[in-house]
């Protein structure tokens, strides 16, 4: 019972539903060469793979929205405007190479030393474009809609790189022994909004869209020590800083349309970093 307006209880089913399509390619080519094999260094060449990515797609914009209830008055709900496809293309290249290389040393008390390296690097180029003149149509705070333009994430670039030596002794196949490795690695990434965070408004929820939503960006760097003293024992530990701009979260707005007066709306939350260490 709403003691405030006098209104019964009541319940209020309601249904959401979507509907979208996308047609997606990808092409990889791999090159993988032999290791040569040298009196102090054995090195192999450089390895790697490109490939590209293709999307064309026609995402819905928001959620069809029905109710069977007749109980809660219309003001209650705000206009739903008939969710509208957008139509965007998004273009992915990316490609990694890596070489690995490693050294053996005789020694008299320690036997055969061995070392050995690895570089990794990798990036993704990211290109999203929406049609010319893509609108839809969406809730506005005075419960009626309006048409707003939909903007594209332009381009990003994604790099990532990671960098391993490991020390230990060479066994008579020439695997290392008891290895001991310290890795670092580095990485930087995107997540783009769905128009579900961007266009969708849900009643009593989220009543309120978010057109001008933009990416949030991530970065990590680490730095992780392995060490295997014998068979069946080993110890890993590991420091990383994580930063986080433009994060998203539903925070709570004013809605002076309907009731409740407040309503969610997605929102960039601002940066965070996350300094951390496990073991």
Avoid: M
């Avoid at 010319?132 to 903007?151: D, F, K, M, Y």
Wanted: charged share 20%; with cysteine.
């Amino acid at each position: 019972l709403d003691l405030v307006s006098s209104t019964p209880a009541h319940y209020i089913p309601y249904n959401l539903s979507q509907t979208s399509t996308q047609f997606r390619t990808e092409f990889t080519a791999e090159y993988r060469p032999v290791s040569l094999e040298g009196s102090k260094w054995s090195l192999s060449p450089w390895s790697g793979l490109v490939g590209l990515d293709f999307r064309d797609s026609a995402i819905q914009a928001g959620y069809f929205v029905t109710t069977n209830s007749t109980a809660v008055p219309t003001a209650r709900f705000k206009a739903n405007p008939a969710p509208s496809a957008v139509n965007a293309t998004d273009y992915g290249v990316f490609a990694q190479a890596s070489r690995s290389w490693s050294k053996v040393q005789e020694s008299a008390t320690d036997g055969r030393r061995g070392v050995a390296f690895k570089l990794d690097l990798g990036g993704r180029f990211d290109s999203n474009q929406v049609r010319p003149s893509e609108v839809v149509e969406i809730a506005a705070p005075n419960g009626t809609t309006v048409l707003r333009p939909v903007q594209d994430f332009g381009d990003f670039f994604s790099p990532r790189a990671a960098f391993a030596v490991t020390f230990g002794t060479r066994d008579t196949q020439g695997r290392l022994v008891r290895p001991l490795t310290v890795k670092t690695l580095f990485s930087r990434a995107f997540q783009q909004p769905s128009n579900y965070q961007r266009f969708a408004s849900e009643p009593f929820v989220r009543e309120i869209p978010s057109p001008g939503l933009r990416s949030e960006y991530a970065s990590n760097l680490e730095v992780a020590l392995d060490w295997e003293p014998r068979d069946g024992l080993r110890f890993n530990t590991s420091v990383y800083r994580a930063a986080y701009r433009s994060v998203l979260q539903t925070a709570l707005v004013v809605d002076a349309c309907c009731t409740p007066l407040r309503t969610g709306q997605f929102k960039p939350a601002g940066d965070f970093v996350v300094h951390g260490a496990e073991a």
